[in-house]
């Protein structure tokens, strides 16, 4: 007599860790987010950037309460007081702000994309021509190209002069002004694990954000070195 078994023939395959963090992440960019944090979390503690008449996040101090933000991120609102002009007045309406807590509003890397890359063994080649944190390039038919990565971020209507800036890989950022002197891009991308996370925004957008970051006196201490 034929055996006979309860399991489907074609049960879904469970997503790993990796996958439902950039699942998760996906389904949140260019939404609207609110974050009630304390208010002594805050206080000079996240330095914002003006690009295209909007306000973005370039940096923030260590503190996890803060890591609910990504680099790019863009303020909507700081205790429901919208159309904030400048870093300036960003600061100035957290330390006005009354009570234990601020609440701030953003709109979840609105210029990003998230995507996965899966080796099949340790050390395969991604297929990213690089130079540091710049992604120049993709190979085709490498497994960049076949994990759905674009070779031109979705804003440079076919400039070639844009192109993607790696600003997270496994969910960890990468500062945008490194003094590091070995190539932390490089590291990350040969760590363990046959997955890789990487979150990339546009170059234009990246070099305006860290120009002002870096105009800061104190920018090294937004820089999560």
Known sequence: AA?????PKHEKRKL????QQVLQLRHEI?????????????VDAIAFASYNGQLWISGFK????????????QLLAINNIA??????DAQKFIKMCAGLFVEVTIKRLPLAGIFIVKRDFENQCLGLLRDGSSL???VPNS???RSGIPSRPYTSHDDDSIFWIITEINFRPLSLI?????DETALLLNSVGLETSLLLQPSDFIAKIKKELKAMNNYRDYTLQ
């Open 83 to 88: 159309n904030i002009k400048s870093p300036a």
């Open 30 to 42: 260019n939404t609207e987010i609110r974050f009630k944090l304390r208010k002594k979390d805050c």
């Open 62 to 73: 260590p503190n996890p309460q803060l890591y609910v933000f990504h680099i790019g991120d």
């Open 136 to 138: 120049l390039d993709i």
């Open 3 to 7: 055996s006979t078994s309860n399991t």
């Open 178 to 182: 490194s003094h590091k002197k070995y």
């Open 16 to 19: 790993s860790l990796r996958e």
């Open 143 to 145: 497994i960049a190209s």
